[in-house]
């Protein structure tokens, strides 16, 4: 694989929880992010699945470093940005961007599309000024927006447009990452499409890496090369989207990719699901030994036990005690 | 006779900017103990059609402006209010998406769960209680008796949308009216939902409506579909005839568009251009414009669904014409 272009160490991002009215106490932590060790190589995409909650969006943040990392390290292009000056990490930042799931809450409404994409192009003295107005034109353009939209407001949009020009914003500055969180569940299936598309063609020509988030596996699997399957704050299976998705081992993601309607009525019909009861235990007190064993149909003694580790297994990484057996 | 028919329903907006035909000649029926899914994109109408049904659109600014919904023979849009009211809630009953934004966090689950067997059955406090709490035990909340003591914002979402489905089952409705009640949930919780809606339908024998934007979704609840665009019922069918032979140019673009049935990394088949403005009159067919089998006729002449094979229905001339 080529040199990596962005890399992280056994992450871990916990939250303290205060408790008492004037004590003012941390007594314990939400364990938002718990030991994430990924690679991203240039131009990968790599999608990152899980439940709401399991930690997936508190890691994009922690790679933005808008949340700070609680230990271990995030290295983008050979630095570390733990470490990083605040200048340092606005240099940073050009090469790091992210769109967001919402388009309607992630761009300013006083802000028209050209003063909204010209805005990083001035922080960053990408260009000269003079030359801003042409560069505003150039991504519009890249993005599938006709220039003449320019001077119109974000609420003069649909949802797909919104986040057509979220994602000119995040490409003004040639960043050499994009973390999209959600970046279509908010949208229609046409339209979902249609971002889809722009978002593949877009890596593909300018060489990007993309850690696509989602809830959607489907999604997911058409659009990233590896996929990393996250519950609560830990990786639990990556690998090949294709060989991940349509080849599960860890029993979480069998029981993830079960969960998935399919859009033929016999299939659906006589298929066997693996329905998961309950919702995912607390990640202020993560159950002992392997964090899915109280779900897990496969669970036994040992299962609560001993934590598992994320192993290579079959061509893919799992952390599951009993992958060899199940 | 249909349990639900809906006959030319129009419901449309009044705004300053002009009249939204939200809903714009609508007809269909609903049989005791079937399952029918209502797909569309946003603003195709899918939820206003139900909305009307239940009397949940807001007048002014709506207004139907035609059209009648005979639910076991009583015209919910033109009797009397305390009879529409008793079939409302009682034996018509509707979930929603937002299972947060739809309870009353000012009040325990318990008590509003038992509001609507408190309103429309002679019932003592006590008797309603302990129905409230069989029916937390049918949708599978455990320990119902502590439970039924929380708040709202004690549940996650899953849990929610339970105490949603258990308030609007309390009263056995013969429809349940089910507004995109997933979408709002994890994959795996979506699941359990979906199971149990499922479950609690062969229990009670009842009819569900079910809209969504998702066709996965539909695939596996439903018995019969209805494709909506910009206010208009483009096709109708069973499920599987709808899957296996679409025959509307917009379904099929619909099916084509879904990441799910494309092959890994291929450029995704997407629909041009953008749902049409409901506030202008549009004539002819609505989804010409962005139709690739579109003729000069499509945009000129009103569309009718029609029957093309028995119990399927769609609204395309050309295909009506046999040209595609």
């Given at each position: 694989?080529?040199?990596?272009?962005?890399?992280?160490?056994?992450?871990?991002?916990?939250?303290?929880?205060?408790?008492?009215?004037?004590?003012?106490?941390?007594?314990?932590?939400?364990?938002?992010?718990?030991?994430?060790?990924?690679?991203?190589?240039?131009?990968?995409?790599?999608?990152?699945?899980?439940?709401?909650?399991?930690?997936?969006?508190?890691?994009?943040?922690?790679?933005?470093?808008?949340?700070?990392?609680?230990?271990?390290?995030?290295?983008?292009?050979?630095?570390?940005?733990?470490?990083?000056?605040?200048?340092?990490?606005?240099?940073?930042?050009?090469?790091?961007?992210?769109?967001?799931?919402?388009?309607?809450?992630?761009?300013?409404?006083?802000?028209?599309?050209?003063?909204?994409?010209?805005?990083?192009?001035?922080?960053?003295?990408?260009?000269?000024?003079?030359?801003?107005?042409?560069?505003?034109?150039?991504?519009?353009?890249?993005?599938?927006?006709?220039?003449?939209?320019?001077?119109?407001?974000?609420?003069?949009?649909?949802?797909?447009?919104?986040?057509?020009?979220?994602?000119?914003?995040?490409?003004?500055?040639?960043?050499?990452?994009?973390?999209?969180?959600?970046?279509?569940?908010?949208?229609?299936?046409?339209?979902?499409?249609?971002?889809?598309?722009?978002?593949?063609?877009?890596?593909?020509?300018?060489?990007?890496?993309?850690?696509?988030?989602?809830?959607?596996?489907?999604?997911?699997?058409?659009?990233?090369?590896?996929?990393?399957?996250?519950?609560?704050?830990?990786?639990?299976?990556?690998g090949g989207a294709a060989e991940v998705i349509e080849r599960p081992v860890h029993p979480y993601t069998r029981a993830l990719v079960s969960a998935i309607p399919q859009p033929d009525p016999d299939a659906e019909r006589t298929r066997q699901r693996i329905?998961?009861?309950?919702?995912?235990?607390?990640?202020?007190?993560?159950?002992?030994?392997?964090?899915?064993?109280?779900?897990?149909?496969?669970?036994?003694?040992?299962?609560?036990?001993?934590?598992?580790?994320?192993?290579?297994?079959?061509?893919?990484?799992?952390?599951?005690?009993?992958?060899?057996?199940? | 006779?249909?349990?639900?028919?809906?006959?030319?329903?129009?419901?449309?907006?009044?705004?300053?900017?002009?009249?939204?035909?939200?809903?714009?000649?609508?007809?269909?029926?609903?049989?005791?103990?079937?399952?029918?899914?209502?797909?569309?994109?946003?603003?195709?109408?899918?939820?206003?059609?139900?909305?009307?049904?239940?009397?949940?659109?807001?007048?002014?600014?709506?207004?139907?402006?035609?059209?009648?919904?005979?639910?076991?023979?009583?015209?919910?849009?033109?009797?009397?209010?305390?009879?529409?009211?008793?079939?409302?809630?009682?034996?018509?009953?509707?979930?929603?998406?937002?299972?947060?934004?739809?309870?009353?966090?000012?009040?325990?689950?318990?008590?509003?769960?038992?509001?609507?067997?408190?309103?429309?059955?002679?019932?003592?406090?006590?008797?309603?209680?302990?129905?409230?709490?069989?029916?937390?035990?049918?949708?599978?909340?455990?320990?119902?008796?502590?439970?039924?003591?929380?708040?709202?914002?004690?549940?996650?979402?899953?849990?929610?949308?339970?105490?949603m489905i258990a308030m609007a089952l309390i009263t056995r409705p013969e429809l349940l009216i089910a507004d995109e009640p997933t979408t709002a949930l994890d994959v795996t919780v979506q699941a359990q939902i979906l199971e149990l809606i499922r479950r609690?339908?062969?229990?009670?024998?009842?009819?569900?409506?079910?809209?969504?934007?998702?066709?996965?979704?539909?695939?596996?609840?439903?018995?019969?579909?209805?494709?909506?665009?910009?206010?208009?019922?483009?096709?109708?069918?069973?499920?599987?005839?709808?899957?296996?032979?679409?025959?509307?140019?917009?379904?099929?673009?619909?099916?084509?568009?879904?990441?799910?049935?494309?092959?890994?990394?291929?450029?995704?088949?997407?629909?041009?251009?953008?749902?049409?403005?409901?506030?202008?009159?549009?004539?002819?067919?609505?989804?010409?414009?962005?139709?690739?089998?579109?003729?000069?006729?499509?945009?000129?002449?009103?569309?009718?669904?029609?029957?093309?094979?028995?119990?399927?229905?769609?609204?395309?001339?050309?295909?009506?014409?046999?040209?595609?």
């Open positions: 694989m080529a040199e990596p272009i962005l890399e992280l160490r056994d992450v871990k991002t916990h939250f303290p929880v205060y408790r008492g009215f004037f004590r003012r106490q941390a007594q314990d932590a939400v364990r938002a992010v718990d030991g994430v060790s990924l690679t991203l190589a240039r131009g990968e995409v790599l999608g990152l699945v899980g439940e709401s909650g399991c930690g997936k969006s508190t890691l994009a943040r922690t790679i933005l470093q808008l949340v700070p990392t609680t230990s271990g390290a995030v290295i983008l292009n050979g630095r570390n940005l733990g470490a990083a000056s605040a200048r340092e990490l606005l240099a940073s930042r050009r090469d790091l961007q992210m769109i967001f799931q919402d388009p309607y809450a992630s761009l300013n409404p006083r802000l028209n599309v050209f003063a909204a994409l010209a805005e990083p192009l001035r922080v960053h003295r990408v260009c000269p000024p003079g030359e801003v107005p042409g560069r505003v034109a150039e991504l519009m353009h890249l993005v599938g927006l006709a220039p003449r939209l320019a001077r119109k407001y974000p609420h003069e949009f649909s949802g797909g447009q919104r986040q057509r020009i979220a994602i000119a914003r995040a490409l003004a500055l040639q960043p050499k990452v994009i973390i999209a969180d959600e970046p279509v569940s908010a949208l229609d299936v046409s339209i979902q499409a249609q971002i889809l598309n722009l978002l593949a063609q877009l890596s593909r020509q300018m060489h990007l890496s993309l850690i696509f988030i989602a809830h959607d596996l489907s999604v997911v699997k058409h659009i990233s090369d590896r996929v990393a399957v996250m519950y609560l704050g830990k990786i639990v299976e990556l329905v998961l009861a309950g919702d995912p235990p607390s990640p202020i007190h993560p159950p002992a030994g392997c964090p899915f064993h109280p779900r897990c149909a496969y669970a036994e003694a040992r299962c609560a036990a001993e934590v598992p580790r994320l192993e290579a297994f079959r061509g893919r990484e799992v952390s599951c005690l009993r992958a060899g057996e199940i | 006779m249909p349990l639900l028919a809906v006959t030319d329903l129009r419901t449309h907006f009044h705004t300053r900017s002009g009249i939204y035909r939200a809903v714009d000649g609508v007809s269909f029926s609903v049989e005791r103990g079937e399952t029918l899914g209502i797909v569309g994109e946003s603003g195709s109408g899918k939820s206003v059609t139900c909305y009307s049904v239940m009397g949940l659109v807001p007048q002014p600014p709506g207004r139907i402006a035609s059209g009648s919904a005979l639910f076991d023979g009583v015209d919910l849009l033109h009797c009397p209010p305390a009879a529409a009211r008793a079939v409302r809630g009682k034996r018509l009953a509707m979930i929603f998406q937002d299972p947060m934004t739809s309870l009353n966090p000012f009040l325990r689950i318990g008590d509003q769960l038992i509001e609507p067997l408190l309103i429309h059955e002679k019932i003592s406090k006590a008797q309603a209680r302990r129905r409230g709490l069989e029916m937390l035990e049918a949708v599978g909340i455990n320990d119902a008796a502590r439970r039924a003591q929380s708040y709202p914002h004690e549940f996650s979402g899953g849990m929610r949308q339970r105490v609690l339908q062969r229990e009670l024998n009842m009819a569900v409506i079910f809209i969504t934007h998702d066709l996965a979704v539909v695939s596996g609840i439903c018995d019969r579909v209805q494709v909506m665009y910009a206010g208009r019922i483009v096709e109708t069918a069973d499920v599987r005839t709808l899957f296996a032979r679409p025959r509307h140019p917009y379904t099929r673009a619909l099916q084509r568009s879904i990441p799910a049935i494309q092959p890994k990394g291929s450029e995704l088949y997407t629909i041009p251009g953008l749902p049409p403005d409901v506030s202008k009159a549009v004539p002819g067919c609505p989804f010409a414009p962005r139709c690739e089998f579109a003729v000069p006729a499509c945009e000129q002449k009103e569309i009718v669904l029609a029957e093309i094979a028995p119990g399927h229905a769609q609204a395309c001339l050309r295909v009506q014409a046999g040209e595609i």
